[in-house]
C-alpha cells in the first residue's frame, strides 16, 4: 500500500524536533528583563519564518501571504465584519491549495510534494488561528486595532500594533502542529513574565519523552505486523476486520506520538498547560487524550476527545452557529477543512451518522439496561463496536481515493457502521412515536 508506507513517513516530526531546542531558549530568555514584550513577538515571528523556510521551502509562501492578508484584514475591519470576510478568504485560499493537491493526485497521477503536503498542513492550523482570532474579535474577547490603524499614526505605530497578530499567525511552537492555542492565552503568555516563564519542569517533558518512545515502540511492532499481513486488497472475508483494525491502530499511534511531540514544544516554550491561566482565559486543551479514546465505549465522548482542540474550534466556529441539523453542518465543514477527497466527505459523513445514532442507542439502553452483569456485557460490546467503527472511518478518511475507498465499502468492516444506521432508523421512528 503506498498510501501506508507514504502516512508514515513524517518529516514534521523532525522539524519539531529541531525547533523543540529553540523554544527552550525562548523560554529561558524570557526570564530575563533585558528581554523585552516586543522582542519576545519578534523571536516568535522570525521562528516561524525560519522553520516554514526549512520545512516548506519556496511552498512557505502559500503560508506567508494569507497571514499577511488575514492581518491586514483583522487591521481594517470592524468588529462585526471580520469574521465573516477573514473566514471567507482563509478557507478560499486553503481550498485552491488544496484543489492544487487534487490536480496533481488525480489528474496527473502523481505523488505530491512532501514540502507541499507540510504546507497544507500548515495552513489548516493558519485557518483555525485566523478564524479563532477574528471571532474573539467579533464577540468582544479581543480588543479590535482597527481603529488605531486607521487613524494618523506613523507607520512604524502600525507595524507595533499589527506585529502581535503577526507573531501569533506564525509563531514556531505552533506552526507546524500542536492544540489551538487562544490569542488571549498566547497574548497573556508573551506579555506576563511570571505565568510565561515558571521554573522549567523537567519530569513533566521528560514524561513526554517515555510517552513518544513507548508509542514509537508499538508502532514499530504494529507496522511489522500490519506489514506481514494482507491488504485491503487481498484480504479475504472476516480477515478484512482484522486488517482494518490493525492498519487504523497504527494511524492512532501514529498521531498519539505526533500529538504529544506537538505538545512538548509548546510546553518547552511556555505555552503548556503547566504555564498557568489567566482570569476568564480559555484552558489549555491537549489533544490526546488516549486513556480515554482507547477505553471510551461512546463513538460521542470519542470524537469529542479525538484532537480535543479541533473539535473545540469546529464546535465553537460551525456547531453553535447552526439552527439546522449543526451535527451535519459540522462534520461537513470538517471535510471541507481537510480537503473534499472523496474517502473525507464519505468518512466524515459516515462519522455524523454514527454519532447521532450513539445518542439514541445510548439512551435506549440507558432505560432498559439496569442490572450490572447486563451492564458490563453491554458496555463490552459497545466498546468493541465503537472501535471497529472507528476504524471504518479512520481508513475511508486516510486512503482518500475512489478505488481504495470501494475496497473498504465493499469488504465484511462495512457490516459495523451497518448495524448503527439501522439502529438509528428504528429507534429514531421509535422515538418519534413515542413523542
Known sequence: MDWLQLFFIH???????????????????CRKDSFSTCARYLFLLAGGGALALAAMGPYAALVFIPAVCAVALLCSL????????????????????????????YY????PSVRFCITLSSLMLLTQRVTSLSLDICEGKVEATSGGIKSRSSLSERLGKALPYFSYLLFFPALLG?????????????????????????????????????????KVGMRRVVGAGAGLTDCRQLECVYVMWA????????????????????????FGAEAGQSPGEEGYVPDADIWTLETTHRISLFTRKWNQ?????????????????????????????????????????????????????????????????LRLLYRTLTWAHTQLIIAYIML???????????????????VFPMVYCVLLLLLAKRKHKFN
Open 178 to 218: 500542536g492544540p489551538l492555542c487562544s490569542f488571549q492565552r498566547f497574548q497573556a503568555r508573551v506579555q506576563g513574565s511570571s505565568s510565561l516563564c515558571p521554573r522549567h519542569s523537567f519530569w513533566a517533558l521528560t514524561w513526554r519523552a517515555v510517552q513518544i518512545l513507548g508509542l514509537e515502540c508499538l
Open 247 to 270: 492498519t487504523a491502530g497504527l494511524f492512532k499511534l501514529t498521531y498519539y506520538s505526533q500529538w504529544i511531540l506537538d505538545d512538548s514544544v509548546l510546553h518547552a516554550a511556555g
Open 108 to 111: 496527473l497521477q502523481e505523488p
Open 396 to 414: 475511508a478518511v486516510e486512503v482518500r481515493s475512489l478505488s481504495s475507498l470501494w475496497l473498504l465499502w465493499s469488504s465484511y468492516n462495512s
Open 11 to 29: 518529516p514534521v516530526s523532525l522539524y519539531q524536533g529541531a525547533a523543540f531546542p529553540f523554544a527552550l531558549l525562548f523560554n529561558y530568555l
Open 78 to 105: 470592524g468588529p462585526q465584519e471580520v469574521h465573516r470576510w477573514a473566514f471567507f478568504f482563509q478557507m478560499s485560499w486553503q481550498t485552491l491549495c488544496h484543489l492544487g493537491l487534487h490536480y496533481t493526485e
Open 309 to 373: 482542540s479541533t473539535a473545540r474550534w469546529l464546535r465553537r466556529l460551525v456547531f453553535q452557529h447552526s439552527r439546522v441539523w449543526p451535527l451535519l453542518q459540522t462534520f461537513a465543514f470538517s471535510a471541507w477543512w481537510h480537503g473534499l477527497h472523496p474517502g473525507q466527505v464519505f468518512g466524515f459523513l459516515c462519522w455524523a451518522v454514527m454519532v447521532k445514532a450513539d445518542y439514541l442507542i445510548h439512551a435506549f439502553a440507558n432505560l432498559f439496561i439496569k442490572s450490572w452483569p
